[in-house]
Nanobody, 120 residues
Framework: QVQLVESGGGLVQAGGSLRLSCAASGSIFSINAMGWYRQSPGKQRELVAAMPTGGSTNYPDSVKGRFTISRDNAKNTVYLQMNSLKPEDTAVYYC??????????????WGQGTQVTVSS
């Protein structure tokens, strides 16, 4: 079974920074992509940053230039550095993993979510 454990959320003032971490563990043979999504009340979950293995990172315009995704492949960990935070970045942030298991099955799993609150 594959699990994701997130950390790093919290309360920050507008203009501040936070760094989220997400560590994957379990029967992972290979990783296709890791990414971050967010969801605020009354809104759909949206992509914040994606990093496919061997591919280019992908950001929506709303966070481009402020957020940076990175991976430590040796630790199966993905990070999200968030700078110049705005109140509209307030949301629950979820880590996502697209992988192949040791049994050769493709799977996708989500982290438990971490709250990010940006005060004005």
């Amino acid at each position: 079974q594959v699990q994701l454990v997130e950390s790093g959320g919290g309360l920050v003032q507008a203009g501040g920074s936070l760094r989220l971490s997400c560590a994957a563990s379990g029967s992972i043979f290979s990783i296709n992509a890791m990414g971050w999504y967010r969801q605020s009340p009354g809104k759909q979950r949206e992509l914040v940053a994606a990093m496919p293995t061997g591919g280019s990172t992908n950001y929506p315009d709303s966070v481009k230039g402020r957020f940076t995704i990175s991976r430590d492949n040796a630790k199966n960990t993905v990070y999200l550095q968030m700078n110049s935070l705005k109140p509209e970045d307030t949301a629950v942030y979820y880590c996502n993993l697209d992988y192949y298991s040791d049994a050769g099955r493709r799977g996708q799993t989500w982290g438990q979510g971490t709250q990010v609150t940006v005060s004005s």
